[in-house]
């Protein structure tokens, strides 16, 4: 039985889509060094990639590097400049930015709404935005697989960990929780990362060969986590100039 030309038209259109998305990331990928083996930084600035585990305090470690060396932070702010820049609504950034989108949302939701945004416009303008901001000043960069999208060269990769029941608590703490509650909420956030970074750059985020330090922040506390940050970072970004 022939499909009737409007589903067609749906077919092909959905198509289509799913090739412009692959074809816009694989053009992220070759105009982005992952090696950090190229040599010299392009840019005048550098950054710190925070990368971290769900409840290990990692946001605050970021803001407290950033206030120490003087840097600009970038965590949900980023998300201002890219509505901003891409005319998108910032609620619509954050769905993407919590990486939820999936196979549905990327592909039939875009169909019934065509503001809605794709992960590869996401990453367009996400890329777009932090190179502007190397251009400018010095950034800690919260998440968001910045290490992906930046030459490696140019930065620091941090990853911060810590045993699952001590993130739990310092979540339950945070927000209020009950034990189950912020356990269910460190896995379901953990899980939405791993993904994120699995779908989008094709990488393990777990995989300690994509960083230049892991952190036990239950071990070193949160002084001596951002004092080790703070030292990587004179050691390996300041003297290479």
């Known amino acids: 039985m022939t499909k009737p030309s409007a589903e067609k038209h749906l077919v092909a259109e959905l198509a289509e889509r799913q090739m412009q998305r692959r074809m816009l990331l694989e053009t992220l990928h070759q105009t982005t060094p992952n090696s950090g083996t190229s040599g010299k930084c392009t840019y005048e ?4 990639a925070i990368s971290r585990e769900a409840g290990s305090g990692g946001t605050e470690v970021a803001f407290r590097v950033g206030e120490r060396l ?53 990453l367009v303008h996400l890329k777009s935005v932090l ?73 393990d985020i777990n995989n300690p060969y994509l960083y230049d330090l892991i952190i036990n922040i239950e071990r070193c506390g949160l002084d001596g986590t951002v004092e080790l940050v703070v030292a990587a970072a004179e050691k390996l970004l300041f003297q290479k100039r």
């Open 45 to 48: 600035h550098r950054y710190i």
């Open 70 to 122: 003087g840097w600009k932070v970038l965590d949900r702010n980023l998300l201002d400049t890219m509505a901003e820049r891409s005319r998108a609504p910032r609620h619509l950034l954050e769905v993407v930015d919590d990486g939820y989108p999936g196979w549905f949302f990327e592909t039939f939701g875009c169909w019934f709404n065509r503001r809605l945004v794709t992960q590869a416009r996401y």
């Open 131 to 203: 190179q502007e901001v190397l251009h400018k000043e010095n950034a800690v960069i919260v998440g968001r697989g910045a290490q992906f999208l930046l030459p490696r060269e140019c930065g620091l990769a941090v990853r911060i960990i810590a045993p699952e029941p001590y993130r739990i608590e310092q979540m339950r703490a945070r927000h209020g929780l009950d034990f189950f509650e912020a356990r269910k909420m460190v896995r379901r956030l953990d899980a939405e990362r791993r993904h994120f970074v699995k779908q989008t750059f094709g990488q």
